[in-house]
């Protein structure tokens, strides 16, 4: 089983910065792609990027120029560095990671249960 943990969202201002972090853990073999998903009231969940475990990433058109995924991989975690954060940026983000454990013969999708991002105007 693996268990992802958000952390680091908050209340901040429009043009302010947060940095979201996930620690994933449990009985990990290998995680291959790490990513940020965000979903607002009544809306579509929708990604906002992911990097694979190589370093390339994907960015939400929304947010690009805007938002940095990294990850530090001895610590199995991925960070979000958001700025110029936006008012339409506000939503709960969830860390997901494409991971192997001990009792699987394949990679599967685990999510984090998410972190409140709230942006005033």
């Known amino acids: 089983q693996v268990q992802l943990v958000e952390s680091g969202g908050g209340l901040v201002q429009a043009g302010g910065s947060l940095r979201l972090s996930c620690a994933a853990s449990?009985?990990?073999?290998?995680?291959?792609?790490m990513g940020w998903y965000r979903q607002a009231p009544g809306k579509q969940r929708e990604l906002v990027a992911r990097?694979?475990?190589?370093?390339?990433?994907n960015y939400a058109d929304s947010v690009k120029d805007r938002f940095t995924i990294s990850r530090d991989n001895a610590k199995n975690t991925v960070y979000l560095e958001m700025n110029s954060l936006k008012p339409e940026d506000t939503a709960v983000y969830y860390c997901?990671?494409?991971?192997?454990?001990?009792?699987?013969?394949?990679?599967?999708?685990?999510w984090g249960q998410g972190t409140q991002v709230t942006v005033s105007s």
């Open positions: 997901t990671a494409d991971a192997r454990t001990t009792t699987a013969w394949r990679m599967s999708a685990y």
């Open positions: 449990g009985n990990i073999v290998s995680i291959n792609t």
């Open positions: 990097i694979t475990s190589g370093d390339n990433t």
